[in-house]
């Protein structure tokens, strides 16, 4: 059942952490944008202009901190909300995260 139009960007390396979100969310939101590395995604975010980005913290290259400092620094991307899905679970991850500009 599809609950609302919104476009969702999900930036993660690890094939099997794609697959279970897009499991839970794409009855919901079948408008689901991925990609697998930190330059992919912020090309996606600037062409796709997604609602809501689903950011990994822990990418190999460009980590996630860094993605989501870039977009809050483009015009384009500022005003997308950024949430980091993590196994991190340290308060100096959270309050970084929360520094790059994740809500």
């Known amino acids: 059942m599809q609950t609302d139009n919104a476009?969702?960007?999900?930036i993660e390396d690890e094939a099997e952490s794609v697959r279970l979100?897009?499991?839970?969310?794409?009855?919901?939101?079948?408008?689901?944008?991925?990609?697998?590395?930190?330059?992919d995604g912020?090309?996606?975010?600037?062409?796709g202009k997604?609602?809501?980005i689903l950011l990994d913290m822990g990418m190999p290259g460009m980590d996630g901190i860094d993605v989501?400092?870039?977009?809050?620094?483009?015009?384009?991307?500022?005003?997308?909300?950024?949430?980091?899905?993590?196994?991190?679970?340290f308060v100096e991850d959270k309050l970084r995260a929360f520094d790059a500009g994740a809500v």
Not at 7 to 10: E, F, G, K, V
């Open 68 to 89: 989501c400092r870039r977009l809050k620094a483009e015009a384009a991307t500022e005003a997308i909300p950024v949430i980091f899905i993590t196994a991190y679970a």
């Open 21 to 39: 979100l897009l499991v839970f969310l794409r009855d919901y939101y079948p408008d689901i944008l991925v990609a697998r590395s930190g330059p």
């Open 50 to 52: 997604p609602d809501l």
């Open 7 to 10: 476009r969702i960007l999900i």
């Open 42 to 47: 912020l090309d996606k975010a600037r062409k």
